[in-house]
């Protein structure tokens, strides 16, 4: 046995192109979305914006200012020296203090707006402070600390409590697909193990070791380097990309392996059954790879909920999905009944295609050659 | 060692084997002859156990061979017609992997397998993948994927097929060879030439059916040609022809292109009367040939084709 599986496992990790397919490109895909989207998404780059305040250096609105100076640079202007720098360019608006505080702009935009909203705030919270002095002054106190306290208050947060970034959801669907890529090494073995694909497979049919030995070798083989192959990609994107994929990583490594298993042992049935060549069936099994991890989510970021909503049954049984949706409800919903059913739900379909594939395998005797 | 009896196959609607029946004794090298598509390498599976048959029985080692008797399959070595190797992995490695689908003892498959090295003669390429070799060092190497457990019977379909003569000829020495330590071989072939070197015992084959068996001798004596006699740039008349035609032991006389053609039963005078009467006649000649019947001439005269038609 250790000696089919020694050469099995060299044989396959020297197919290049099977290799490549199996690791190198679910890597690249991954890397091609981190710097086409994600990194963009969760680093944004926003300018700050210029602003002239016209206003006495002792006035509050320039404290509250202060604390929006990660967005705003203000400078402190005569009403003149401000309205010059307004149609210079120079400042995007003038804050103006007065019997009203206004704000002059030179045009529209996501700027300006922010400027407005900036002011409707003050002006807000002026006068609920001034309210609440004047009605119920011995609430001051705490209704100051929970004004500081907004911002934490109001980051976007998951049902589970985790913090979400809806993006992610591209990358549970682009291990979905790394895990049923699994199916091209399931192929390769089934190729070389059936009589009537190739030589080899000949060759093999007739040996003395009973074919289930041998097919019980090629499996571990396989199994085990596509594995490996997805344990890489995982480690890659969780450690050098940091995609937040999930915190346990036990649960990680269940769901790639049910993933893995049903990728595999979909590629063995598929090798096993039909007669047409093996290029047109590796195409098609491609083909079908695509169209999962399509409605999957992999280039649709709402696929899978539109599939939900449209054809839930689909969901059901795509393999994407579930391992996506396994993603999903560890990382956001954290909802472990709904992991593993997935989990469950993957482990049976990879079981009922490997055992498939055996009945298929096991004993066959050819019509033609 | 083996008994076919009354085998058909069809693919479909082509009869592939119709009611064949072979018998292969211990020690033989036996030879399949035939056309490309008479059924030999059909044979050969159903005797694998790989194809379903649709009638008749085959019997290996005395025992119905199914796809599960492994115990069977452990005495038997195939060569098959394409090339069965990894190309991910060397020389040494596939031959030890296709040796220990029979030899699991790790001590003794490695003695087999260097043997094996050593009877194909590919010691110099051990470390080379198969697409680095030559054609006829591939089929050295299919070879030695075969026969590495040291089988007690050997199964060759067409091993040489697009092998240069060098190659093949060391091919066939080889096959003599392992004979000669105590295997039985079947030799499937459509090259005449390479039977009649090796094989003891021959059946021909065409369209599925076994037309005749027996030794290469017991095939030739088979048929009326006893001899052909071959004449070049020779000027003939039809008058003359005709009284070649009627010369003892002549049954076909052939004159095109300026050539004659001469075939007869086997008789030791029929050159020297043929030279004779050319002489009397005063008619000059070129080059003669004499040849015995070859296997293409039993199989012309059984089917009334070539070969390689």
Not at chain 1, 31 to 39: D, E, H, S
Not at chain 1, 181 to 188: I, T, V
Not at chain 2, 127 to 137: H, I, M, N, T, Y
Request: charged share 25%.
């Amino acid at each position: 046995m250790l000696h089919l599986v020694k050469y099995r496992f060299l044989q396959i990790i020297r197919m290049r192109a099977l290799m490549f397919w199996a690791l190198l490109f679910p890597v690249i895909l991954g890397t091609l979305y981190y710097f086409g989207f994600w990194k963009n998404a969760n680093c944004p780059q926003l300018e700050m914006i210029d602003v002239a305040v016209v206003a006495e250096e002792d006035s509050p609105f320039l404290t509250f200012l202060e604390g929006a100076e990660d967005l705003l640079s203000f400078h402190v202007m005569e009403e003149e020296e401000a309205e010059k720098a307004l149609e210079n360019g120079k400042v995007q608006g003038i804050y103006t203090e007065g019997r009203e505080r206004t704000l002059t702009v030179a045009a529209t935009g996501v700027a300006p707006s922010i400027l407005e909203t900036i002011l409707k705030q003050y002006n807000t919270n002026e006068r609920l402070i001034e309210k609440v002095a004047v009605e119920h002054p011995e609430r001051l106190e705490g209704m100051m600390d929970s004004m500081k306290a907004y911002r934490d208050r109001t980051t976007e947060t998951s049902l589970g409590g985790t913090v979400r970034n809806s993006l992610v959801e591209y990358f549970f669907a682009l291990v979905g697909m790394a895990c049923m890529f699994g199916c091209d090494l399931g192929f390769a073995v089934s190729l070389s193990s059936n009589a009537d694909q190739s030589p080899v497979g000949m060759r093999r049919n007739i040996s003395y070791l009973s074919r289930g030995k041998i097919m019980m070798a090629d499996f571990l083989v396989v199994y085990g380097i596509h594995f490996v192959n997805l344990w890489i990609l995982i480690c890659y994107l969780k450690g050098i990309l940091r995609i937040p994929l999930g915190e346990d990583n036990g649960k990680i490594l269940l769901l790639c392996m049910a993933g893995g298993m049903i990728g595999v042992s979909f590629g063995i049935i598929a090798g096993s059954i039909g007669k047409s060549s093996g290029t047109h069936r590796l195409n098609f099994l491609t083909l079908i790879t695509m169209l999962l991890s399509f409605f999957g989510g992999l280039m649709v970021q709402n696929m899978r909920h539109i599939v939900d909503k449209c054809c839930p049954l689909l969901n059901a049984w795509n393999p994407v999905a579930l391992i996506s949706d396994g993603f999903f409800s560890m990382t956001i919903y954290e909802d472990m009944a709904r992991y593993w059913r997935n989990v469950m739900m993957l482990f049976g379909m990879g079981m009922m295609f490997l055992v498939a594939g055996c009945i298929v395998m096991r004993r066959k005797r050819y019509d033609s050659i | 060692m083996i008994l076919i009896e009354n085998l058909v196959k069809r693919y479909g609607k082509i009869l592939a084997l119709d009611h064949l029946n072979l018998e292969v004794q211990e020690g033989e090298i036996y030879g399949l002859l035939g056309p490309n598509g008479s059924g030999k390498t059909t044979v050969i599976n159903c005797i694998l156990a790989l194809l379903k048959f649709d009638k008749g029985s085959v019997k290996v080692f005395g025992e119905e061979i199914r796809p599960e008797s492994y115990h069977l399959k452990k005495q038997i070595g195939v060569v098959m017609q394409n090339v069965a190797v990894f190309e991910e992995l060397s020389v040494y490695e596939n031959i030890d992997y296709f040796c220990g689908l029979y030899i699991p003892e790790k001590l003794k498959r490695k003695k087999l397998v260097e043997e094996a090295i050593a009877f194909t003669g590919l010691e110099e390429y051990l470390k080379f993948r198969p697409q680095k070799l030559s054609g006829g060092l591939l089929r050295r190497l299919n070879i030695a994927c075969g026969i590495a457990h040291k089988p007690r019977l050997i199964i060759l379909d067409e091993p040489t097929v697009a092998v240069d003569p060098q190659s093949r000829n060391k091919i066939l020495e080889g096959i003599k060879e392992l004979n000669r330590k105590g295997s039985t071989i079947i030799y499937t072939s459509h090259y005449m030439e390479e039977v009649e070197q090796i094989c003891t015992k021959i059946s021909i084959l065409d369209r599925g059916k076994c037309l005749a068996t027996g030794t290469k001798e017991e095939l030739k004596r088979m048929v009326k040609t006893g001899q052909r006699i071959v004449i070049d740039t020779v000027v003939l008349n039809e008058k003359q022809i005709e009284k070649i035609r009627t010369l003892p032991h002549v049954f076909s006389a052939v004159w095109k292109d300026q050539c004659l053609m001469v075939h007869c039963t086997e008789d030791g005078e029929n050159l020297i009367r043929l030279l004779s009467y050319l002489s009397q006649e005063k008619i000059p000649f070129g080059r003669v040939f004499s040849e015995q019947p070859t296997l293409n001439d039993v199989f012309l005269e059984i089917t009334g084709k070539a070969l390689r038609d």
